[in-house]
């Protein structure tokens, strides 16, 4: 593929990109190769990717010659995707971060590849994910660190940190992710990308690793990253008004997602709180909520601000459901094992609570 053809399919947006390989004015194989050259070229500037997918160039292969002039494509047909690192794929590890990990390949797929590849999309890489998933330094003794893609030396967030980079610097058509606490909305929100986190059970899949032991009352819930809202909103329409999706995701909530929903224009009623008192957020933070709620309230819509009752109260409770069994589960994870530079403190307050968990 020449330098020319490369450039013009790199430059497309989703959208265009999605019907030019339905039309077949563009094939698999080339969008593959492109994206292939991007992934390398960003992956030498902001390490966000853990693995290539070596098999991908061969599905891209095995799908173009079985769609290929023939109407009635898969929804997501020949476009590459990327998968968080700890998302299952068969023959490739999970280490989430950790040396002990190495060289135990899962011989299992995590549903939610399943249902993309059944929809036509080719899992190309995957990506970087913090150790243990707890935080939002997208960093590990394994693969080293991310850094964010509009400013180098900055993090991308976590745990979805990775994949939100990759995306911002134009290395993936879409990507996936997993949010427990803001794995999917923090990394968006730093990068400039767009994600949503489903309500619990909305999504569920299979072969993944959580993170956390249990089950975690906070929600977990899965999705994807884009460029704009429209995207994000034809990925979700696509994926779950897809057979294949309660096929491989049977668990998940059985309801077929309204388009017209998500074009309403009604307007909404919205809450904000602007601190909690025993910890106190930086000025950006502070600035950012602000701005955010200038272009609610110049957009039509009604902003409440409110109040956190018991804020103490509730960091405990996030902390037990964080941690149930006192943070038994995570000191045996690490124990060990190379602990990352951005883990270390959050080792030794996880020592002293589980001292006093067990007093």
Known sequence: MDNERRDYILAMKYEELRQGLQNDSLTPTEVHQAYGWKILEVNDKINCVAEMITESFTMAAEVERHFHGKPNKPAFYGIPVSVKGNFFM????????????????????????????????????????????????????VYGTTENPLSHGMTPGGSSGGEAALVAAGGIPFGTGSDVAGSLRIPAAMCGVVSLKPSESRLLITHSHGGFPGKCRLGLSFGFFTHNVGELINIFDLYLNSEEHLKFSPRSIPMAFDMSKAY??????????????????VPAAQRAVRHTIKMLEADGHEVIQFDIPHPQLMAELVLKNILPDGGVYMKELFSGDIVDNYMKQFLLLLKVRLLLFLV
């Not at 009623?269 to 957020?281: A, Q, V």
């Open 90 to 141: 068969p023959g490739y590890d999970c280490t989430i971060g950790f040396s002990k990990f190495i060289g135990m390949p899962k011989d299992v797929q995590c549903s939610l590849v399943s249902t993309l590849i059944e929809l036509g999309a080719i899992p190309i890489c995957l990506t970087n994910i913090p150790q243990a998933l707890l935080s939002y330094a997208c960093s590990n003794p």
């Open 264 to 281: 309403k224009k009604e307007k909404l009623r919205i809450g904000y709180f602007s601190e909690i008192s025993f910890l106190p957020p």
